[in-house]
């Protein structure tokens, strides 16, 4: 379902992204000064890219509603199953109320369906009931491996699809129909992510394309540029 903005506000479509802090020199002063923006932003949660820095961005989310987003086997995904269960669990346990977790690629690639099955198995099993999100970097996938990838998520219960870690290239606007048809009709979300170029601006296209979520760490930027957006056409129309 795409999203119809003529029927929010501007405080709405902040819950329509994550806001990321990936960077491997992050500081615990950037990580705090990233939950006060996503706060001030009305984002739907922080995403940072390991279990470590949970218990202080869960401090400084505390008594919103933003959720506390960490990455799992980020950002390569090629951890044993085990490994990324006990992240997920460690998690889980300090805080963390969604996780967006790293899909081993090279299995996709030579159709290792079983181990692909029981590691989105494994890890929904250790998430307790958290979110789930994974990661299947459809930069790397060809079409059919997309639909596999969607159709596997869907399969283990996991919440949504996400298209990419944000280390390599975005989705491609095909690409990001072609998940959401693939999960059409499924309890499945789609986050797209990845969204830098040419413009981080385009998040307002996938989401009229089909993504319920966009994670990125320019969601600041994006969310004020909203008004030069509809300005432009680029959004049709949002309440004020
Ligand atoms: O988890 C991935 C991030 O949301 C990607 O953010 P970025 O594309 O702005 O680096």
Redesign the pocket.
């Known amino acids: 379902m795409s999203v119809d903005f003529t029927k929010m506000t501007k405080k709405d479509v902040g819950k329509l992204f ?1 806001y ?1 802090s ?1 960077a491997k020199d992050l500081t615990e002063e950037q990580v705090r000064n990233g939950c006060k923006e996503a706060i001030k932003y009305n984002c739907k949660a922080f ?1 940072y ?1 390991s279990s470590y820095w949970t218990p202080v961005v869960k401090e400084e989310l505390e008594g919103t509603d933003l959720l506390i987003g960490a ?1 799992i086997g ?1 950002p390569l995904g090629q951890q044993t199953s085990a490994v990324k269960a006990f992240e997920a669990e460690e998690a889980v346990k300090m805080g963390a109320t969604v996780l ?1 977790n790293c899909m081993n690629v090279g299995n996709m690639k030579e159709k290792k369906y079983d181990a692909i099955k029981a590691e989105f198995k494994d890890y929904v099993s250790a998430a307790g009931g958290v979110l789930t999100k994974m ?1 299947i970097e459809c930069c790397m996938l060809t079409d059919e491996e997309i639909k596999i990838a969607c159709e596997l998520c869907v399969e283990a219960g996991i919440d949504y699809v ?1 298209s ?4 390599y290239a ?1 989705p491609t606007m095909e690409q990001t129909v072609l998940m959401r048809d693939c999960l059409k009709g499924t309890k499945t979300k789609l986050k797209v ?4 170029a040419p413009k ?1 601006q385009n998040a307002y296209a996938y989401l009229m394309a089909g993504a319920e979520l ?6 600041p930027m994006i969310i004020d540029s909203l008004d030069l957006m509809r300005e432009v056409g680029i959004v049709p129309k949002y309440q004020g």
């Open positions: 994550d990321a990936l995403c890219s990455g980020f967006d990661i996400k990419s870690t944000g280390h975005g992510s990845g969204v830098k981080p966009i994670g990125t760490q320019d969601a």
